[in-house]
């Protein structure tokens, strides 16, 4: 195994370990995140009939309908995408604060769509209602239009269909309208072509582009346009959608808290009153339904994909808004009194709503069928408003809503329970035995009570309730048992997942064998108390895993393990202070370092805002700026990172020959990445100010958005064309570890402007804590060799001359191998760190969708891709691309008279062992987050928290993995 081992080159080792570890998590991904069976069958108007569903006539204002009879013969939908639930609730006991410190909470004033409390204040509960629109998760677009308009539920892995899906297969609300001879006119989010031919829209369709988040107004004024043109032919169409897109893109942008969110809010809520006084004025609208509605929420960052309330609630708002006017302000005398809505706290008083009754109600009040694949049910309360017209003129006394309620519930459980039984014919049942015993009792029960002549005491209005109970029990054991899980394919990949952790676990053993230099006997307990906190810091990390809480919490943990990680280092060199007096200081010096990186990179992550989120004319420049307290002192601290960060490359580089270009294509690209943050800061802006200049403004607007392309040309030319020729001035025939620390250092170098800039403006101070904190982690692990024949322990100055007289003087700098793994488990806890300390979180709202669009307006998947995954793992670009360089600061050189031979396999070993242990960690993380997403799969929480865990952590292991064997290649 050894002759094997030592046969097989590094880069190959770890490439072939890669590359199991993603085939195991293919499998095991194949199994557990399976989508549902999706079911072609579509529903027909003969499939109830009519006279079964609703028996005698329905009165004299009804319109036939396939399955039931209906009051209306035109609904009008508007979507405004992102709106969260308290955009639109009129009143509120929950006072929202923004966190920033344990000791600061700032009070949170959020935009309002102030026409819909308005409408419910003035109109009542006859002719509007107010709905907690709720979703399932995913909390994406298209994943939610297909709820919405199928009532069927989504799965998880459907999110990775948000970006370029097909034609939606699956029976909706559009397909029937299509082929019922219901006119649909269409404008907005172009996803909705994704979903649908432009055949299903006979009355017109006008889509606008989606993606570029940084675009607030060009598909809402498309829209509005559209909208209010349509409304003046009312003749023309029978359901009109206008899906209004600035709320999301001035999320994902700008945040909640932000003027760009006020903005847009305020013009979807002049929309809101412009249409409904079009419709209220209009005869031709007096059987006309007003819908506006959010496809999900968003959290106060302005992200949404996951399964929190504040993503997953948005709002419903039903209204009648010629049955409103027709009351001329006054209730009528059949209206039954009732407490206005507004004077109810937020908490609890809105009917909630899952998104999957949103199709059969809509359905069977534009008279097609509900969709073949619906689990949801009829609202009473949106059924009510709907008669809003019949309610005013007749009452609701007399049981005659009770007799058409029922017929609407009726036909909705047929239709449910034959899905079901369809699908578990054709796909297996999804139910447990007394799951489906169960729901089998509530539907012979439901319908024999509706039986004519059987139980005869019951009312329709409690029959109706007993298809309720059956509706309701249905959808929410569809929630808890839909994906059928590939068991094997899971327990496969696994399997295949340990073999290879345990393979390379072996063959680290293997490398472990061989340090450097024995230890000396002296050391030998000082070894095992290091290898005794490496292990009990890495079984809390990994045990952790499997909490809920700690993932939720998970960032606040990285940087305690790494703060504790820190004082071990410092513990370690004051315990040495009486062997080596200049050994502890270097190594005391490091860990201080390491320990006030931590707490400014913690607080970095804590307070990430999105950028620019102040007032437009806000007097001060926001700079990410999170709270007032920090606006003195935050602004000088980001322009001193922006100017010190050209320095830190000229010394990195300094000892790098051939590396004049490469500098240059560096300087250029940092210089892009300070001039584009200082175009839009203070400075900027009291200039046009004071000038009056609008030329100032707009200069400094297209130096903002076009100075990204000259940052991308100029790394790129740095990675492919300048690093590729680098070589360290050291000479060769002293160190031989030159050409690989010289790589690592140009391949780091060549993408730390662009993840610098992908941040904002807090990018350049991330980037140089980064930076000092790796710097910092080699020379707080490795220095057993530094003593004062090596003062600078190591440092770009004086590594000329180390290696120029290694072997001339007592140098006794070597690889420890607990030493290796120490370095290793640092350098994990350091990539995790990083990834927080950006602002990221493992769940999809943790994304930070606006970075792919820096210096793009257009849409491109393998770019915004790109950009998206560079600036969510660049925690891992950075770790694995330095790495060679902190374990080169370990062996500069061996003990004396060794030949550069021996120095060059000293740190050949020193690598492969802290490269295999690093990988070894990250493995054994995803392994442990893989077993548990398995074991826990029918959690409540497992596709809110454990699957986007395990989504994330796949990703980053294939991300580190590739960077590793890119970083070592050159050894």
Not at 97 to 109: G, I, S
Not at 383 to 390: N, Q
Not at 402 to 414: G, I, K, P, S
Not at 584 to 607: D, E, F
Request: one cysteine or more; charged letters at 20%; a negative charge.
């Amino acid at each position: 195994a050894r002759g094997m081992i030592a046969r097989c080159s590094l880069p190959s080792m770890l490439a072939m370990f890669a590359a199991a570890k993603l085939v195991a998590l293919l499998v095991f991904a194949s199994g557990f995140l399976l989508t549902r069976v999706e079911l072609t069958d579509k529903s027909a108007c003969g499939d109830f009939r009519v006279e079964d569903a609703r028996g005698a006539a329905e009165g004299d204002n009804m319109l036939a309908g396939c399955w039931t009879s209906t009051p209306l013969d035109k609904v009008v939908v508007l979507i405004i995408d992102g709106a969260r639930f308290d955009f639109a609730a009129p009143a509120s006991e929950l006072h929202l604060t923004r966190d920033f410190e344990a000791d600061v909470k700032e009070p949170l004033e959020l935009a309002k769509l102030r026409s819909i409390g308005e409408i419910l204040e003035k109109d009542g509960p006859v002719t509007s209602e107010l709905f907690r629109f709720v979703a399932d998760p995913p909390t994406t677009t298209q994943q939610r239009l297909k709820g919405i308009l199928t009532g069927g539920l989504p799965t998880f892995v459907d999110v990775s269909k948000s970006f370029g899906g097909a034609v939606l297969s699956e029976d909706n609300v559009i397909a029937q309208c299509a082929a019922n001879g219901r006119r649909v006119a269409f404008a907005g989010d172009d996803t909705w072509l994704e979903l649908f031919r432009a055949t299903h829209f006979a009355a017109g369709a006008t889509p606008f582009p989606s993606f570029n988040v940084k675009d607030l107004d060009t598909v809402d004024n498309g829209v509005r346009q559209h909208v209010m043109a349509r409304l003046e032919v009312p003749e023309k169409w029978d359901l009109l959608i206008g899906h209004f897109l600035g709320v999301d893109h001035a999320g994902h942008t700008f945040g909640v808290d932000s003027a760009a969110m006020r903005r847009k809010v305020s013009e979807n809520d002049a929309d809101v009153r412009a249409v409904v006084a079009a419709m209220s004025s209009d005869a031709g609208f007096d059987k006309t339904m007003l819908i506006v509605m959010g496809d999900h929420g968003m959290t106060l960052h302005g992200d949404h994909g996951g399964g929190s309330a504040e993503e997953t609630d948005s709002f419903l708002f039903a209204y009648h808004p010629r049955a409103a006017a027709l009351r001329c302000g006054g209730a009528s005398a059949n209206e039954t009194s009732s407490t206005s809505r507004t004077a109810k706290p937020l908490t609890g008083a809105f009917e909630r709503m899952p998104q999957i009754d949103f199709a059969p109600t809509v359905s069977l009040l534009l008279g097609v069928p509900i969709p073949f694949g619906n689990l949801g049910t009829v609202r009473r309360r949106f059924w009510e408003i709907a008669h809003a017209r019949e309610v005013l003129n007749r009452g609701a006394g007399d049981g005659w809503l009770d007799e058409r309620y029922l017929a609407a519930t009726q036909v909705t459980a047929a239709q449910v329970w034959r899905y079901l039984t369809r699908y578990a014919a054709k796909a297996g049942n999804p139910f447990a035995a007394l799951d489906w015993s169960f729901l089998e009792d509530l539907y012979g029960t439901a319908s024999d009570a509706s039986i004519d002549g059987t139980n005869s005491d019951l009312s329709d209005f409690e029959k109706a309730q007993l298809f309720s109970r059956f509706l309701f029990t249905a959808a929410n054991l569809a929630r808890a048992q839909w994906v059928q899980f590939g068991t094997g394919k899971m327990i496969l990949g696994l399997v295949l997942l340990t073999l290879t952790i345990g393979v390379q676990g072996f063959v680290l053993y293997k490398h472990w064998g061989s340090p450097g230099v024995a230890a000396e006997p002296r050391r030998n307990r000082t070894n095992q108390i290091k290898a005794l906190v490496v292990v009990v810091s890495a079984l809390v990390a990994f045990a952790g895993r499997t909490s809920n809480s700690f993932i939720e919490a998970e960032g606040s943990v990285m940087h305690f393990l790494f703060a504790t990680f820190a004082i071990t280092r410092l513990v370690e060199a004051l315990a040495r202070a009486h062997t080596n007096a200049f050994a502890w200081k270097v190594k005391a010096k490091s860990a201080i370092g390491l320990l006030a990186c931590n707490a400014a990179l913690q607080h970095l992550g804590a307070t990430w805002v999105k950028e620019e989120s102040l007032d437009d004319d806000s007097s001060s420049f926001s700079w990410g700026v999170s709270s007032s307290r920090e606006a003195g002192f935050l602004p000088p601290v980001l322009l001193g990172a922006l100017a010190v960060m050209p320095l830190i490359c000229a010394r990195a580089l300094k000892l790098v020959d051939g590396s004049r270009g490469l500098r240059a294509a560096v300087a250029a690209a940092l210089a892009g990445v300070g001039a584009r943050a200082l175009s839009s800061g203070a400075a900027v802006k009291a200039l046009a100010v004071v000038t009056g200049a609008r030329a100032v403004s707009t200069f400094a607007a297209d130096v903002h958005a076009y100075l990204p392309v000259g940052v991308y040309s100029a790394c790129f030319l740095a990675s492919f064309v300048f690093a590729p020729g680098v070589s360290h001035r050291v000479p060769a025939s002293k160190t031989e570890t030159s050409q690989i620390v010289a790589s690592a250092r140009a391949a780091a170098w060549s993408v730390l402007p662009v993840l610098v800039m992908l941040f904002g403006k807090r990018g350049a101070l991330w980037g140089t804590l980064a930076l000092a904190q790796a710097s910092c982690l080699a020379s707080a692990v490795g220095d057993d060799g530094i003593d004062e024949n090596n003062e600078n322990g190591g440092d770009d100055e004086t590594m000329e001359s180390d290696a120029n007289n290694c072997g001339a003087h007592d140098v006794t700098v070597y690889s420890n191998p607990v030493d290796d793994l120490t370095l290793a488990w640092g350098w994990y806890l350091m990539t995790s760190q990083l990834f927080f300390a950006g602002g990221h979180r493992c769940a999809f709202d943790g994304l930070h969708f606006a970075c792919a669009f820096t210096g793009f307006t257009e849409f491109n998947f393998f770019i915004m891709g790109a950009l998206l995954a560079m600036n969510t793992w660049s925690g891992n670009i950075v770790a694995c691309t330095l790495l060679p360089d902190a374990v080169s600061q370990m062996v500069p050189c061996l003990e004396g008279n060794q030949s550069p031979r021996s120095t060059r396999a000293a740190f050949q070993r020193a690598l492969a062992r802290v490269a295999l242990a690093y990988s070894l960690f990250t493995s054994i993380g995803v392994l442990v987050s893989t077993a548990f997403v398995a074991r826990e799969r029918r959690h409540l929480m497992v596709w809110a928290i454990f699957a986007p865990k395990f989504a994330f952590e796949a990703c980053g292991i294939v991300v580190s993995e590739a960077l590793m064997v890119a970083g070592v290649a050159g050894a």
